[in-house]
């Protein structure tokens, strides 16, 4: 089983900052990428950037220039800086791991997520 666990999230004013953090443990053979998705009320959970094990990332088109995603293997966690926050980002943020376990199965897990409320 692999657990996967958000920190970081908080209000922030428009134009602020914030740094969220997700790792994932248990039983983990290998990570294949990680992600951070997002839930806004009412609205569909939609990705906001990946990460691969290799390192190369993907961004939607609105956080590109604005959040940055890396990655640390060793301790299978996984950042999201948020810089030049708007109002539009309100919303939980989710952490997701995919990979594979100890016995060869793959996982897909999720965390609880984190609120992150940007309002002045």
């Known amino acids: 089983q692999v657990q996967v666990v958000e920190s970081g999230g908080g209000l922030v004013q428009p134009g602020g900052s914030l740094r969220l953090s997700c790792v994932a443990s248990?039983?983990?053979?290998?990570?294949?990428?990680m992600d951070w998705d997002r839930q806004a009320p009412g609205k569909q959970r939609e990705l906001v950037a990946r990460?691969?094990?290799?390192?190369?990332?993907h961004y939607a088109d609105f956080v590109k220039g604005r959040f940055t995603i890396s990655r640390d293997n060793v301790r299978n966690t996984v950042y999201l800086q948020m810089n030049s926050l708007e109002p539009e980002d309100t919303a939980v943020y989710y952490c997701?791991?995919?990979?594979?376990?100890?016995?060869?199965?793959?996982?897909?897990?999720w965390g609880q997520g984190t609120q992150v409320t940007v309002s002045s």
């Open positions: 997701n791991a995919y990979g594979i376990q100890n016995i060869g199965s793959t996982f897909d897990s």
């Open positions: 990460i691969t094990s290799r390192g190369q990332t």
């Open positions: 248990g039983s983990i053979l290998k990570i294949n990428y």
